[in-house]
C-alpha cells in the first residue's frame, strides 16, 4: 500500500456482526467519485436534475421493483450524492422470492452464500443500474464512489 493509499483509506461505519439484510429503516447516502457534480446544479434552493439526475432518480424508485421486500421512503438527488431511506419489509414468500442457483463446483463444507437482500446488495444493484442507465459519452467522468 503506498502513503496515498493510507491518507485515503475510509473506515467502514458498518456495525461488526450486525444483520444488514434484518427488518428495518435504512439511511443511505451515496456519493459519486470524486465528488463531481453530475446530477443537476441548487438554483435559487431548488434542486434541478439534468437527465443524469432523472436517470438516478429513476434508477432509486425502481428499487422494489428488482428486491420485492423493500419498500422506498424519501429521496434526495443533489448534484454530487443521493440520500434515501430504504426500508426492508419481512421477507417475501411466494413467485418473486428467487433463490440463486447453487454453483455445482460448491462443497456442502462451503456453500456459495449470495447476500442478496441486505443492504449491501441494494445499493450495488442501484449503482449498476445506474452505471448501465447513464451514458458514457464523458469516459474521463467520475462515476458514483464506493
Known amino acids: 500500500m503506498n502513503a496515498n493509499q493510507n491518507i485515503h ?7 461488526q456482526d450486525f444483520d444488514y439484510a434484518q427488518t428495518g429503516a435504512y439511511f443511505v447516502t ?39 421486500s423493500v419498500h422506498l421512503d ?18 417475501v414468500v411466494g413467485a418473486k422470492n428467487l433463490s440463486p442457483l447453487r454453483d455445482k463446483t460448491a462443497t456442502t463444507r462451503n456453500p456459495i452464500r449470495s447476500p442478496s437482500k441486505t443492504i449491501g446488495s441494494i445499493v450495488r444493484g442501484f449503482k449498476i443500474g445506474v452505471t448501465k442507465l447513464v451514458p458514457r459519452k464523458r469516459q474521463s ?5 464506493a
Do not use: Q, Y
Open 141 to 145: 467522468r467520475p462515476g458514483l464512489a
Open 30 to 68: 451515496i456519493c459519486t467519485r470524486e465528488r463531481a457534480c453530475l446530477f443537476g446544479e441548487v438554483v435559487g434552493g431548488d434542486m434541478r436534475l439534468n437527465d443524469d439526475g432523472k436517470a438516478v432518480e429513476s434508477c432509486w424508485l425502481a428499487i422494489p421493483t428488482h428486491f420485492p
Open 9 to 15: 483509506r475510509r473506515r467502514s461505519i458498518r456495525l
Open 74 to 91: 424519501a429521496i434526495v438527488v443533489m448534484p454530487n450524492h443521493v440520500h434515501g431511506i430504504v426500508v426492508i419489509a419481512d421477507r
